[in-house]
Nanobody
């Protein structure tokens, strides 16, 4: 099982970026949830978006990105994507994707965005947003 993120880079405030997370050794059809996290220097890892297939594909977003970021899965490419718009300097971080095959019923947004729920992680991709 391997997850590889791509699409990071430098963007200006107000701009957009699209991150992808390509899976190998497994199919996104077989996971129960996929999520994106980010970690800024000196800060804890933050869950920002997830799709919970245990709840019919329900999407959860952190308040910090809601309305600006969109998570999706492309089954044909076996990839999970994060469309980011209206970027802010505070969005600067290393972004990670993660998956789990566990059961996630009645967990709620806070639970679904906890890093501990996800046993499989990519290596991360850097996103830097300049003023």
């Amino acid at each position: 099982v391997q997850l590889v993120e791509s699409g990071g880079g430098l963007a200006q405030a107000g701009g957009s970026l699209r991150l992808s997370c390509t899976g190998s050794g497994f199919s996104f059809d077989d996971v129960s949830a996929v999520a994106w996290f980010r970690q800024a220097p000196g800060k804890a890892r933050e869950g920002i978006a997830c799709i919970n297939y245990s709840e019919g594909g329900r999407r959860y977003y952190a308040d910090t990105v809601k309305g600006r970021f969109t998570i999706s899965v492309d089954d044909a490419k076996n990839s999970a994507n994060l469309e980011m718009s209206t970027l802010k300097p505070d969005d600067t971080a290393v972004y990670f994707c993660a998956v789990t095959a566990g059961i996630n019923i009645g967990v709620g947004r806070q639970g679904m965005l906890q890093p501990e729920r996800y046993p499989r992680w990519g290596q991360g991709t850097q996103v830097t947003v300049s003023i």
